[in-house]
């Protein structure tokens, strides 16, 4: 599984960004998808994920009800909508793919396939 995020940028506080990432290589909807992001000096965390077909998702509580995670079967997508950013949501954010968990895992370990990261910078 090849995974290619896009999106990042830089937005003030209160902005919106919609992460997107692209996938290929294998059967899209056969696999869970995650995102992850790592700040400056800080280990990677979980963000969120979403199960093989669309129906279980996940979201840190850090950003309940500003994020939202979809995936579109039909594009090889998945999209995370960031709403309501605040700079501690500055970091490098990561897709990942996980073949072992379909149902959305949130744990690293369980992700076998990485994209190379794309950077939001929240500013106050």
């Known amino acids: 599984v090849q995974l290619q995020a896009s999106g990042g940028g830089l937005v003030q506080a209160g902005g919106s960004l919609r992460l997107s990432c692209a996938a290929s290589g294998r059967t899209f909807s056969s696999y869970a998808l995650g995102w992850f992001r790592q700040a400056p000096g800080k280990e990677r965390e979980f963000v969120a994920t979403?199960?093989?077909?669309?129906?279980?998702?996940y979201y840190a509580d850090s950003v309940k009800g500003r994020f939202t995670i979809s995936r579109d079967n039909a594009k090889n997508t998945v999209f995370l909508q960031m709403n309501s950013l605040k700079p501690g949501d500055t970091a490098v954010y990561y897709c990942?793919?996980?073949?072992?968990?379909?149902?959305?895992?949130?744990?690293?370990?369980?992700?076998?396939?990485w994209g190379q990261g794309t950077q939001v910078t929240v500013s106050s």
């Open positions: 979403i199960s093989w077909g669309g129906g279980t998702t």
């Open positions: 990942a793919a996980s073949t072992m968990v379909p149902m959305g895992p949130r744990s690293i370990s369980d992700y076998d396939y």
